[in-house]
T-cell receptor, first 113, second 114 residues
Framework: EPEVTQTPSHQVTQMGQEVILRCVPI?????FYWYRQILGQKVEFLVS????????KSEIFDDQFSVERPDGSNFTLKIRSTKLEDSAMYFC???????????FGNGTRLTVT | AQSVTQLGSHVSVSEGALVLLRCNYS??????LFWYVQYPNQGLQLLLK??????LVKGINGFEAEFKKSETSFHLTKPSAHMSDAAEYFC????????????FGTGTRLQVTL
């Protein structure tokens, strides 16, 4: 069964550094998402992306965050200058069309030191 | 706006016992409802979903959930717990199933004991 893949599985970075989290959604999917889960807390929506543009974003998704679909397969989340509070598990998800369920990747654990 | 409340952050059951994980939602429009499971160090896996039609939905691994509009609930059940069911379970809502964001509950950690 096709799946969403995320790399790396674990990323450690120093505060103030830029990080790029990578995702390869399921190939025929059209809607793409990033969620995050701070340790011990609930999964929170960050941003949705459709037709090569952001369709919705949460208040967490400030100017430090950006998303890109640089080619036909990858979907990336960039954090320009990481903060300690950015430490979390980041999940990529994709969906084929508006009424289908989200398929999640296994996540990238980001640790900011 | 929509929200999800999961009662009980931790639930412990004996192997073979009934599993009941509670979820209540609020939504200004008819919702689509989902249960996801997260095993340690893994991503979120869809257990089951309610969209329209039959209010009792069956999912993977013997789980099922019933949509009760009058109670705004979507509780997850399994008749007989197995050790492999130990995981974190998340209820989520998506208004009218449109391509908008999922709103998750805070999760319930299920422990299964011998």
């Amino acid at each position: 069964e096709p799946e969403v893949t995320q790399t790396p599985s674990h990323q450690v970075t120093q505060m103030g550094q830029e990080v790029i989290l990578r995702c390869v959604p399921i190939s025929n999917h059209l809607y793409f998402y990033w969620y995050r889960q701070i340790l011990g807390q609930k999964v929170e929506f960050l941003v949705s992306f459709y037709n090569n543009e952001i369709s919705e974003k949460s208040e967490i998704f400030d100017d430090q965050f950006s998303v890109e679909r640089p080619d036909g397969s990858n979907f990336t989340l960039k954090i320009r200058s990481t903060k300690l509070e950015d430490s979390a598990m980041y999940f990529c998800a994709s969906m084929s069309e508006g009424r289908s369920p989200l398929h999640f990747g296994n996540g990238t654990r980001l640790t900011v030191t | 706006a929509q929200s999800v409340t999961q009662l009980g952050s931790h639930v412990s059951v004996s192997e073979g016992a009934l599993v009941l994980l509670r979820c209540n939602y609020s939504s200004s429009v008819p919702p689509y409802l989902f249960w996801y499971v997260q095993y340690p160090n893994q991503g979120l896996q869809l257990l089951l979903k309610y969209t329209t039609g039959a209010t009792l939905v069956k999912g993977i691994n013997g789980f099922e959930a019933e949509f009760k509009k009058s109670e705004t609930s979507f509780h997850l059940t399994k008749p007989s717990a197995h050790m492999s069911d130990a995981a974190e379970y998340f209820c989520a809502v998506n208004p009218t199933g449109t391509a908008s964001k999922l709103t998750f509950g805070t999760g319930t950690r299920l422990q299964v004991t011998l």
